[in-house]
């Protein structure tokens, strides 16, 4: 069992920066891959970024690539509190969504959120023109 808790959402003018953090507690961590997906008003969640469990491997939509960085911490001691990270710079009005942290038990990656397990209650980004 993983539980997921995001922060850092907020708003914030085009071009700034965020950054979201998701707080993982639950045991081998290391064998989750990792992902970030978003909903806007209106829209279905879509795929944002997502990173494998040893974190050598890391996946981005295209409508984020160059602007967005996930990462996940693995070094820490504790077994119950992992994070997992996603820089967002360059930030644009049509970044405006929740943003969903969520945890695939499987090494790899993949884009399609009903390979997701575990998904935290998401955090609003707010992006103004």
């Known amino acids: 069992q993983v539980q997921l808790v995001e922060s850092g959402g907020g708003l914030v003018q085009a071009g700034g920066s965020l950054r979201l953090s998701c707080a993982a507690s639950?045991?081998?961590?290391?064998?989750?891959?990792m992902a970030w997906f978003r909903q806007a008003p209106g829209k279905e969640r879509e795929f944002v970024a997502a990173v494998t469990g040893s974190g050598g491997y890391t996946d981005y939509a295209d409508s984020v690539k160059g602007r967005f960085t996930i990462s996940r911490d693995n070094a820490k001691n504790s077994v119950y509190l992992q994070s997992v990270y996603l820089q967002m710079n360059s930030l644009k009005p049509e970044d405006t969504a929740v943003y969903y942290c969520?945890?695939?038990?499987?090494?790899?990656?993949?884009?399609?959120?009903?390979?997701?397990?575990?998904w935290g209650q998401g955090t609003q980004v707010t992006v103004s023109s």
């Open positions: 969520s945890a695939r038990w499987a090494p790899n990656t993949r884009r399609d959120e009903r390979e997701y397990d575990y």
């Open positions: 639950g045991r081998t961590f290391t064998r989750y891959a």
